[in-house]
């Protein structure tokens, strides 16, 4: 045997000092049904060490006779699982990229690809430190967007959103199911299954959150839901559901990042009740005797190539299949239960982008677009007396081309933030990333950076910025900061016609101010 001489010892332990924090034991974690060991990882920016806890199953996987039924609870699987990788990803497609409107009377279209994985419900948690140092911290529990066809966990790091808490909050990042696998809607959907099955994956995983997060140090009465665009629209969905009164609760307030309301039908509607005949009409179910049953038995790569055709059928910028008022977890149009005030939540925090529409619009069409005909494409249950008076209503706003970008950005993004503001009563913040040019998804690297510098890499800004959200969910108060640096002034509640906009001078500095909400812009969201 070779004498382990003092040098030796020497570079063991020096090299035991070197190994990355990846390379520790992180603590496993008792499911009940499952025990998942994490992993250690150092921030990339601060080098704080943090605990992950990717790919943990919530839920069944949703295939065979689960496709279309409400999500299930996971079976037990023995031994230690490493959650140190992303899961598969849910089955995708895209946006709409038809110049005309399937479901204006006597139109009909199709496209064509494919897609992914059906077994998807998984999500990821992200605890500053380590979980056995953590005890009773706010949670963020955020939603991707995607407009709820497309998205997933992979590509978010929840560690960036732990910097920006102060190392003050715990993240969990959650996966649903997404177009026809999720929203599939119509009548036969309501008799033998279950209606927007993608939103119960949401609510399904807060209920796993509530039972389980206080084991990753997390404290269940202090969870705050959050997402971007149908992730916003998600969080809508949610602070609605059950009529505003969900029990036991689920989240004690609400973050919307480009609130995504689409027009949403009840879900035998005549619209609704195409897209259940298109499915079943491509999947060769029209003979069977019992249709949903015929779609829950065809191969998973057939329904995916039938739900990329679908979406990408659609009007330019729409998506197909999105939530439905389906009279049981969504038990109203979400306008009208936000006008009756009863909601989910104490507090809510909204931001908006100026020119959310842009991305949404066919800009080859910029020098031939006619304002009505877009609207009764975007619109297709309206009667020409509502499209006159849409059009009327914008007719000021610049070319045909800007006209109809507004009207995308208002109607499906915008005015529906402001309808939620309004329903909490003036218990809840506004913002506005105005950033030239203030296209959609524009303040996603703000928040998500991935470590890298944003595309305006001021400090100042960023931490004002970023900041605010894990700021709210610590504290339900946008002016109750954990960085004394922040340049941010004071931030009155949003009383109808105030909010903080994040802006640059043409010089490149931040500017960052209290502004009075356009009446013009809140005449045309009445």
């Not at 959150?209 to 971007?228: A, C, M, N, R, Y």
């Amino acid at each position: 045997m070779i004498p382990f001489s003092f040098t030796q010892a020497f570079l063991v332990a020096c090299l035991a000092f070197a190994l990355p924090v990846q390379a520790v034991p992180a603590p496993v974690v008792d499911l009940g049904y499952a025990r998942y060991q994490g992993m250690f990882v150092a921030d990339k920016v601060t080098n704080a060490t943090h605990t992950e806890f990717l790919g943990i199953r919530y839920a069944a996987p949703p295939t065979g006779a689960r496709r279309f039924r409400a999500p299930a609870p996971p079976e037990a699987t023995p031994g230690v699982q490493l959650a140190g990788s992303q899961a598969l990803t849910c089955l995708q497609a895209g946006q709409g990229n038809s110049p005309d409107s399937p479901f204006r009377p006597g139109q009909h279209k199709r496209a064509a690809d494919l897609g992914a994985s059906e077994d998807c419900l998984f999500l990821n948690v992200y605890v500053p430190g380590s979980i056995t140092q953590k005890k009773s911290l706010p949670v963020i529990f955020w939603i991707h967007g995607g407009g709820y066809v497309a998205g997933s966990t992979s590509g978010l790091d929840g560690n960036n959103l732990i910097r920006e808490s102060g190392e003050g909050v715990i993240i969990v990042l959650a996966q649903y199911r997404l177009g026809l696998f999720g929203f599939l809607p119509g009548q036969k959907v309501k008799e033998g299954g279950d209606l927007n099955a993608g939103l119960l994956d949401q609510q399904f995983a807060l209920r796993w959150l509530q039972e389980h997060i206080s084991k990753f140090g997390g404290d269940p009465d202090k969870v705050t839901i959050w997402g971007q665009s149908a992730g916003a629209g998600s969080v809508l969905q949610h602070v609605v559901a059950n009529g505003g009164m969900t029990k036991p609760p689920l989240f004690r307030a609400a973050i919307t990042s480009s609130t995504f309301l689409p027009s949403q039908y009840a879900y035998n509607d005549r619209i609704p009740e195409l897209l259940y005949s298109e499915a079943v009409n491509q999947v060769n179910c029209s003979s069977a005797t019992d249709t949903l049953e015929c779609l829950r038995e065809a191969e998973a790569d057939v329904l995916e190539a039938v739900n990329t055709n679908i979406n990408q059928s659609g009007f330019f910028g729409t998506f197909v299949f999105v939530p439905v008022v389906d009279g049981t977890l969504i038990t109203d149009r979400p306008t009208q239960v936000l006008r009756r005030g009863r909601l989910n939540g104490k507090i809510s925090y909204s931001v908006t982008n100026p020119m959310e529409g842009a991305d949404f619009v066919n800009q080859s069409i910029a020098s031939t677009v006619q304002v009505a005909d877009y609207v009764s494409q975007l619109f297709p249950n309206l009667q020409p007396p509502d499209i006159d008076g849409a059009t009327r209503l914008y007719a000021g706003l610049g070319s045909n081309i800007s006209q109809v970008i507004a009207i995308m950005g208002e109607s499906i993004f915008i005015c529906p933030t402001y309808y939620l503001l309004r329903g909490f009563g003036g218990n809840a913040f506004k913002g506005e990333f105005a950033l030239p040019p203030g296209n959609h998804a524009q303040d996603v690297p703000y928040y998500f950076s991935n470590g890298l510098p944003p595309p305006f890499a001021d400090p100042d800004f960023d931490n004002a910025f970023a900041d605010s959200f894990a700021d709210f969910a610590i504290s339900l108060n946008t002016n109750i900061r954990h960085n004394s640096s922040i340049i941010t002034p004071t931030w009155p509640l949003w009383m109808g016609t105030n909010e903080m906009v994040f802006n640059m001078t043409e010089s490149g500095s931040p500017i960052i101010k209290v502004v009075k909400t356009s009446n013009t812009l809140l005449r045309r969201c009445e």
